[in-house]
C-alpha cells in the first residue's frame, strides 16, 4: 500500500468537488491497521469559511480504475465515490452549501481483511477525533451535518456524550458545545434508501426534508 502525501492529484479534476485537501498530518500513523489497509488518507476538503461541514463515517474501498468518482481511499479527499459522494454533494449543493467543507471522521479505509470496508473501531474514531477538531476550529461552521451513526457519536463525543439511538435522532438538531455548533445527524447514503422508508418518507420528501433541516439550522445561527 502507498501512503498518503500532499503531491499533485493525478485523477481527473472535477467541478462536483474541490481538488485542494485540508492535509493535517501527510504521514498519521496513530491506527496500524488503517494505515496497513490504506492507499491514501482522505482528508477533507471545501471552504474553509464554510456555514456547513459535513461529516461521513470513513472512506470505503472505492473504484480505482473509475475516471473521477474513485473514492476517498483512492482521491485523498471525502466523500468521492459515485454513490455516496455523489449523493451528499446533491444533497447540500441544493440547500444552497455548495462549497460545504466535506470531511470523515475516521480518515483512513477500514478495510476487512478481503476488499470491503468494516466498521471503524471506537478506538480508531478516538484517534482520529482530533483531526476532526482541528477542522472544525479552522472551519467553525454553524451546522455540522452528520451522515450515519458513527459520523454522529464521533460529533456528540466532541461534547462528552454517547449516542443514544441513531435512528431517533435524525433530522433532530441537537447543540453541539464544544465547537458552538448545530449537529444534525442524517442518514448514511449507503444506507439511505433502506431506512427513509422506514420514516416514512419517499425519496424526494426525504431530500426535500434533509435540505429544510439545513437551511433551518443554518438560519437559526
Not at 47 to 53: E, H, K, T
Not at 99 to 127: L, M
Not at 165 to 179: H, M, Q
Request: net charge negative; hydrophobic share 35%; proline share 5%.
Amino acid at each position: 500500500m502507498s501512503d498518503d502525501g500532499t503531491g499533485t492529484e493525478t485523477e481527473t479534476d472535477d467541478p462536483r468537488f474541490p481538488a485542494e485537501r485540508h492535509v493535517l498530518d501527510a504521514g498519521c500513523a496513530r491506527c496500524p491497521e488503517l494505515v496497513a489497509c490504506r492507499e491514501r488518507i482522505s482528508w477533507g476538503t471545501g471552504d474553509r469559511d464554510a456555514a456547513v461541514l459535513a461529516v461521513g463515517e470513513a472512506p470505503g474501498a472505492g473504484a480505482p480504475e473509475a475516471d473521477v468518482w474513485r473514492g476517498g481511499n483512492w482521491t485523498g479527499r471525502a466523500y468521492t465515490t459515485r454513490h455516496s459522494g455523489r449523493r451528499i454533494r446533491e444533497l447540500l449543493a441544493d440547500a444552497g452549501h455548495p462549497d460545504a467543507y466535506v470531511t470523515n471522521a475516521v480518515k483512513c479505509f477500514p478495510c476487512d481483511g478481503a476488499g470491503s470496508n468494516r466498521e471503524p473501531t471506537a478506538q480508531e474514531r478516538e484517534n482520529c477525533r482530533a483531526h476532526l477538531e482541528r477542522e472544525l476550529d479552522t472551519v467553525e461552521p454553524a451546522v455540522v451535518v452528520a451522515t450515519g451513526k458513527h459520523a454522529t457519536a464521533s460529533a456528540l463525543a466532541l461534547d462528552g456524550r454517547e449516542l443514544d439511538g441513531f435512528v431517533d435522532s435524525i433530522l433532530e438538531p441537537v447543540d453541539l458545545d464544544a465547537v458552538d455548533a448545530t449537529l444534525l445527524p442524517i442518514l448514511h447514503p449507503s444506507y439511505q434508501d433502506v431506512w427513509r422508508a422506514r420514516l416514512g418518507y419517499d425519496d424526494g420528501e426525504y431530500r426535500a426534508a434533509v435540505r429544510e433541516a439545513i437551511r433551518e439550522a443554518v438560519d437559526s445561527n
